[in-house]
């Protein structure tokens, strides 16, 4: 089979790549080893943030943030997006000086945040524990249902005339003169000028077969959901650290994550683990103290891929043109899809993209004498 664009991996940024460079006339096969979402995009907490992040991301998530806004117009559903504020919390003196520094890199990128002090949060809040000293509350952030967003993108890709092929591990990817040549486990080809690495965890394998290699590890996100409780916890709430955040659905269950489970990404399998689940609900009760006794009834992971310095690898190819990056996302790559998916097919079609990208090079990992040539 032949296309103009190879998009390797079928998350919520691989999906919305083939959703837009369908949209303006590309020729684009998607080959994922699983089912669209099945891993990182659809086993996530559904947070749709901006605060927090590392100000290198914090352009892509304005950019995806207005995309967001417009999910439903794009591709038939929101998601279950809904626009409930993300509250930061700190719970020491050294966590609250962190959230008042985050307050000038928010204001440098026009994203909004209100600090609420020691008083306040508890007038403002007054489910929380004792625990909480301070927060921060951005008002533009939210939350979907990440087992809705990659097959709704998948769904409006495929009616704007894209290929995505489920159940498709690819075995072997080169380059030659005619381009890329893909093969499944099946002996099916596929060959494109253009290839797109959007394999999450996996995307590591494919870089290092064109002599890029990086250190990716897997992350396996530890998550459960409550039995449904009298709703009361509007805002999406975090913590300085990470160690545990948590999020309220208007039916009452409340999802919670924390830690990490297990994973075997050759197989790929993964687990929660019970005493991860159990120390994050221990962080989540002195958090909100009324969540003692709350029964937990589900709990799950998934596989993503996770850098040493926390950014994904988004970009060009430094050995070998016509390939493209986009993987990495170290467990918040979920708000930044829809964006990856504009950005990546700009790239592809225009030679650039409207956002700063030179943080994500995959250059950063290179020793000395990597990455200086193309790969035939």
């Not at 894209?162 to 005619?178: F, G, H, I, Y």
Request: with cysteine.
């Amino acid at each position: 089979m032949k296309a103009d664009v190879l998009v390797l991996g079928g998350g919520g940024a691989g999906c919305s790549a083939a959703l837009h460079l369908a949209q303006r006339g590309a020729r684009v096969v998607l080959l994922e080893r699983g089912l669209v979402g099945g891993q990182a995009s659809g086993v996530n907490y559904g947070g749709v943030r901006q605060q927090g992040r590392h100000p290198a991301e914090l352009p892509i998530a304005r950019r995806s943030r207005e995309i967001w806004g417009r999910m439903k117009a794009l591709v038939g559903t929101d998601a279950e997006f809904t626009v409930t504020g993300h509250l930061k919390l700190a719970r020491n003196e050294a966590e609250e000086a962190d959230l008042v520094a985050y307050l000038d890199t928010a204001k440098e990128y026009r994203l909004p945040l209100r600090f609420i002090g020691r008083n306040s949060i508890h007038r403002e809040y007054p489910w929380l524990g004792p625990a909480v000293v301070a927060g921060s509350f951005a008002p533009e952030d939210g939350a979907a249902n990440p087992r809705l967003l990659a097959p709704a993108l998948a769904r409006a890709a495929r009616e704007a005339g894209a290929v995505l092929l489920e159940n498709t591990k690819v075995v072997s990817q080169t380059r030659d003169v005619d381009g890329f040549l893909l093969v499944s486990e099946a002996g099916d080809e596929f060959r494109a000028p253009v290839l797109l690495n959007m394999a999450g965890f996996w995307g590591g394998a494919v870089a290092e077969a064109f002599g890029e290699p990086v250190p990716v590890s897997p992350l396996s996100p530890n998550m459960m959901v409550t039995e449904p409780v009298p709703y009361f916890i509007e805002p999406n709430l975090g913590v300085v650290g990470g160690n545990v955040y948590l999020r309220q659905i208007p039916r009452g269950n409340i999802i919670v994550g924390g830690g990490d489970g297990e994973s075997d990404p050759a197989t790929p399998w993964s687990r929660p683990l019970a005493e991860v689940s159990i120390e994050a609900m221990g962080h989540a009760v002195r958090l909100v103290p009324s969540l003692a006794g709350v029964q937990v009834i589900r709990s799950w992971t998934g596989i993503d891929g996770e850098m040493p310095d926390r950014i994904p690898v988004i970009g060009p190819s430094g050995t070998t043109p016509g390939l493209f990056h986009a993987f990495g996302f170290s467990g918040h790559g979920f708000q930044l899809g829809p964006a990856i998916g504009a950005i990546m097919t700009e790239l592809v079609l225009d030679g650039r993209a409207d956002v700063p990208l030179e943080a994500f090079a995959i250059s950063r990992f290179a020793g000395p004498g990597d990455g200086g040539g193309a790969k035939a």
